[in-house]
């Protein structure tokens, strides 16, 4: 054997050493996903300091004034902290939109995107509520049944204090809309803070949090049962910047209530049916749209029975034997689990109808006041139909519309696992765009349930444009952006930009061009020519 021959047998048997944490992380740090992790992290910064002027904050604050920043909420100050803030937006979804494309093309693992999400949140936590005044609403509902109100019967508007003095006008005499499990957690954190409101803002986050670990944990095992890519699931529905912003900089109960679900389906698919169950029984007391994966979870269970029984070699119960067992076990954890949160906080089903409270919700984002305002417009040269009474119409036809879909989806989506969580997608979709009302953030409900699916880049890219579209088409303050021609002009570029970026480095050619031919030829000659001199 020649010498070279035994070196390389030598390094063919020498294993490789293991590169510790520190430098993986540098190593990724140092790559062009890299870079793009720490855009991300500025552009998050940006939100955050920027949020201080003009985000969702409080009518008074004496923090600011303590800090001598109080004059980023006004003239000047305030446009500065605006642009702060859109900025670092831009920056987050441009940093998004680069690893969504190092994804796809494998660059980047799991892992690392994992390692990614607490980067991207941490700077978020410590932002005023941004794009919202939602957590203001949580809190002031919480002190209502810590001051000993039922917060299904009346509204902030009956117990006077700093809280409600930051409630939105629109939301201080309506009744909460939520579940009781979440008014418990309200209760608590204001029996904690008291009225301090940024107290009481951070600690609603740091509730919130669980949520947030959840989605990363059950997003990949449901693409892993539903045959998607683990790291582009975790990418497109929790690296989301409309996820990460509204949901940790807007402080809202989605992301506990999404992550719950989440995790409740993906325990259904790995047949732990009554723990999963459970955890979306929890998610309702939450939020009551969790509730809309449960019917189809019971397919689930069935399909996992029957398959079951022919392993074993015995004769599948009948369907209706089948339901009747998976249906009657669903229904007794969830009775259990939502009288119980109810029997702790001493509510009802209150909640139920403090759902139609989103009636006074009037945007672009939901079909029943699209269609309300095609009307109003349309008619407008023969009849003066004001848009109340166009929508007291359009709606209930909306909602029959609905209450269809939801029953034919569950008939329909019944025969495989893939199916029945289709149908839990379809069901999320028609209530955000038939309901009343829809907000940019109810969006995450549906896209974490798409997140599993093997999606095509055509499909991603659509996906892209929608999160960016949303993300930009309300304030930083909470006030909407629709009825403002330049700013959904610029929201709709900016989509359509951050779309076709999925699949094209520069698609607008801001860069110059590489010489890259005209190097490699003037190389080429000044080789020839040394070679000539030599």
Known sequence: MTSSARQATVAAATPTPQRSW???????????????????????????????????????????????LSWLRFGHGQILSTVIVWVGVVAMITAWVRLGRATLGGDVTLRQLRMVVPVWTAPLLLAVPMFSRDAYSYLAQGALLRDGFDPYAVGPVVNPGVLLDNVSNVWTTTTAPYGPLFLLLSQGITGLTGDNVIAGTMLLRVTMLPGLALMVWGVPHLARHLGGNPAIALWLAVLNPLVLVHLIGGVHNELLMVGLMIAGIALVLERHHLAGIALVAVAVAIKATAGAALPFMVWIWMLHEREKAEAEGRTPASPLASFAKTAGAGFAVFVAVFAAASAVAGVGLGWMTALSGSNKIINWLSLPTILAHIVTVGTSWFAELRLGEVLAITRPICAVALVAIVLAAWWRYRKTEREAILGILIVLVAIVILSPAALPWYYSWPIAIAAGFALSTRTLMILVGLSTWLMLVFQPDGSIGLYTFAHVVLATFAAVVAAVSLRTVDPLRLRAPRPVEHERTSGLTDAAASSRVE
Do not use: Y
């Open 22 to 68: 520190p430098q993986t992380t540098a190593d990724f740090l140092r790559s062009p996903e890299g870079h793009a992790a720490i855009l991300g992290f500025v552009g998050a910064v940006m939100i955050t300091f920027g949020g201080f002027g003009a985000g969702s904050v409080r009518r008074e604050d004496p923090l600011l004034e303590a800090m001598h």
